[in-house]
């Protein structure tokens, strides 16, 4: 669940880059999903 929604949230910023919101989305999705994702599958 936790990649299906990170990797929506990817979309989400692919679609609209130069909005302000996907460049929220792309900082929330920096600190809250990787530090998990990555130390769990390092």
Known sequence: MLLFHFFLLLDENKNAPKK???KITNKRASNVFFPRITG???
């Open 20 to 22: 302000s919101k996907g």
């Open 40 to 42: 769990k599958d390092i």
